[in-house]
């Protein structure tokens, strides 16, 4: 019988190429390796949870026609067999049965790929991140929102489970960030609305883990250095604004306040180093 980890982890489940001047001003224009991250946590309840599920083999295929194929062409993915956070989490001796939810920072491609991977789990989303009539949106519109409809599992709708079940409590963040949904009713893990860069946008706040703890904030922003240093994307890549403006802010007031607590963008390639080596 496989015994799962009883302290959470962050992997790296493929990557894309990105130029990475969009992804921070003042940044050179040369490509840059962009993981998509995925957080192994400990259920108290037993089994897994996930926060964010990134890629798998499975998006070239979901993208090889036309219009998706676009969203493949502008970011090229690597992901093989053994990248997948599947697989991964059978290398740590966990089956995928194992995994009883998973938190979905949003629906972008890289973030959903895996999710098929997991069918025994729960699905948390943000409020309005699956659009009603999702089934039937035109696909060059999906490609315009980095959403690949074929990724999402056939039985998702009756696998969700609303922010709203999840009891609202403080995390001890303050400002904007200080009530969350306590996601396993014990105050060890919260999911933060970070709105702005797509419908929905969530983030994960862990108390208790590194010095001061793990805010996971998906892609709130894509590079740490926007929080440390003010160097957001280019301006066509801050999805809603003010609300992405607003959460960078908040993010950077945080990180003034409390300078140990760890924030990880889903694709910053430093902090996610930094965390992993512990
Ligand atoms: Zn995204």
């Not at 926060?51 to 676009?70: E, I, K, N, Q, V």
């Not at 079940?165 to 919260?190: I, K, M």
């Not at 797509?198 to 922003?221: C, N, Q, R, S, T």
């Not at 280019?234 to 802010?249: D, N, S, T």
Request: proline share 9%; hydrophobic share 45%.
């Amino acid at each position: 019988m496989s015994v799962p980890r009883r302290d959470p982890e962050l992997i790296v489940a493929g990557h894309c190429m990105q130029l990475e001047r969009f992804v921070r001003r003042g940044g050179p224009w040369r490509p840059i390796e962009f993981g998509s991250a995925v957080a192994i946590l400990p259920h108290p309840g037993g089994g897994v949870a996930l926060f964010d599920t990134g890629y798998a083999p499975r998006f070239h295929a979901a993208t090889a026609r036309l219009p998706y194929r676009l969203y493949s062409a502008l970011l090229p993915v690597s992901c093989a067999e053994p990248d997948a956070a599947v697989s991964q989490l059978a290398a740590r001796g966990m089956a995928a049965d194992e995994v009883k939810l998973v938190v979905l920072s949003h629906l972008h491609g890289d973030h959903v790929a895996g999710l098929r991977d997991f069918p025994r789990a729960r699905v948390v989303l943000g409020d309005g991140a699956l659009a009603p009539g999702w089934r039937t949106a035109s696909a060059w519109r999906n490609t315009a929102h980095g959403f690949v409809p074929a990724l999402l599992p056939d039985d998702v709708e009756q696998r969700l489970m609303p922010l709203a079940e999840l009891p609202v409590a403080g995390t001890g963040l303050g400002g904007w960030l200080r009530n969350g949904h306590d996601l396993f009713g014990d105050g060890t893990a919260f999911v933060l609305p970070l709105p702005g860069h797509a419908e929905g946008h969530l983030g994960l706040w862990l108390p208790g883990w590194g010095a001061d703890g793990v805010l996971l904030a998906g892609d709130a922003v894509w590079h740490e250095r926007a929080i440390t240093h003010g160097e957001l994307p280019l301006p066509f890549l801050r999805g809603r604004r003010p609300a992405y403006e607003q959460v960078v802010a908040e993010l950077a007031r945080l990180h003034r306040e409390r300078p140990d607590l760890a924030i990880v963008p889903s694709h910053c390639n430093a902090s996610l180093s930094r965390i992993r080596r512990g």
